[in-house]
């Protein structure tokens, strides 16, 4: 049993991936964590609630930072929808969020649990970084970290290098890189190509007539349309693969150990998730990069998990 705790900004595609987690039966999962990014951190916690609920789960739910550490908040809702969740406008969940700050429950948690807990993270890093500031010692007593962020060497999605969740909070996203946690970065490469639920992947899945499958195609609909500007045709679910890889490896074709840095300085090139691949600053390396995913693998695994 995968033990796990979920940062998110919960939005169309964040649902998706705390569906696999709350579907999978191989999987606790032991808390969310909501932070600002794709909506704000209200309507993120909102939609976490909301998915929870949907998924007949029960998981307590804390909220977390509004606004990055250092800059302002900037949200991804052209991609998502106003509501995060492809303007479906759904009631309000019946279910709270804990009184514990998101940052307070990091701590806790992972001191409870030493070597026990995968942090799987869906958004900007800024509740991951401010819980390492306020305790280092964290970095060392969590199993993994599995970071859906970055682009190794690719085009980003926010400007021509940079991946919006490393984007969004760029000194956050070095904190926890520099941290010491044993990471792994899921850059948006990986949900790209195979990995993309094309016309005919989106058509089989509204014939299986389940409720899972038409939340999924549902609350997406928005960013079909809003990805085409990439060149994508379909679905890319960058956050839905990350928890996919973080449950079942061999989903994770290609990898390796190599430094990486963040671009915090220059505007230009915000974000970028800069991978020494050939070792050119002679540094030691401080993450696992994902460069290859089995997309079809991943299509089958999530289409399982839409079956009622």
């Known amino acids: 049993m995968q033990r796990l705790i979920i940062d998110t900004d919960t939005g169309s595609d964040d649902a998706i991936a705390l569906l696999i987690a709350f579907r999978s039966s191989d999987v606790k999962v032991e808390a969310i964590t909501t932070v600002a990014g794709n909506v704000g951190v209200d309507q993120a916690t909102r939609n976490a609630l909301l998915t929870m609920e949907f998924c007949g789960a029960s998981v307590p739910v804390y909220k977390g930072l509004a606004k990055p550490i250092l800059r302002s908040h900037a949200d991804a809702t052209s991609i998502h929808g106003d509501d995060g969740m492809g303007n479906m406008n759904f009631p309000a969940p019946k279910t709270q969020p804990e009184s514990e700050h998101a940052v307070d429950a990091l701590i806790r948690l992972i001191r409870a649990n030493p070597g026990q807990?995968?942090?799987?993270?869906?958004?900007?890093?800024?509740?991951?970084?401010?819980?390492?500031?306020?305790?280092?010692?964290?970095?060392?007593?969590?199993?993994e970290t599995v970071v859906m962020g970055g682009a190794a060497n690719v085009i980003g999605n926010v400007n021509p290098s940079g991946e919006y969740n490393i984007w969004e909070d760029p000194e956050a996203a070095r904190i926890v890189f520099h941290s010491g946690m044993p990471l792994l970065m899921c850059g948006i490469e990986l949900c790209r190509g195979d990995a993309v639920l094309n016309a005919e992947d989106q058509?089989?899945?509204?014939?299986?007539?389940?409720?899972?499958?038409?939340?999924?195609?549902?609350?997406?609909?928005?960013?079909?349309?809003a990805v085409a500007q990439y060149g994508i045709d379909g679905i890319d679910m960058p956050d839905p693969?990350?928890?996919?890889?973080?449950?079942?490896?061999?989903?994770?074709?290609?990898?390796?150990?190599?430094?990486?840095?963040?671009?915090?300085?220059?505007?230009?090139?915000?974000?970028?998730?800069?991978?020494?691949?050939?070792?050119?600053?002679?540094?030691?390396?401080?993450?696992h990069v994902g460069l290859r995913s089995d997309g079809p693998a991943f299509k089958r695994m999530l289409e399982a998990l839409l079956v009622e």
Not at 259 to 268: C, G, H
């Open 203 to 225: 058509a089989r899945i509204r014939a299986m007539g389940t409720r899972y499958g038409e939340f999924l195609l549902n609350i997406n609909r928005v960013l079909i349309k």
């Open 117 to 143: 807990l995968t942090l799987v993270t869906l958004g900007p890093l800024s509740n991951v970084a401010t819980a390492l500031l306020r305790d280092p010692g964290i970095a060392t007593l969590v199993k």
């Open 241 to 287: 693969i990350t928890m996919a890889i973080a449950i079942h490896r061999e989903l994770l074709l290609e990898q390796g150990r190599f430094y990486v840095d963040i671009e915090t300085i220059s505007e230009l090139t915000r974000g970028e998730t800069v991978v020494d691949r050939f070792n050119t600053f002679n540094r030691p390396p401080n993450v």
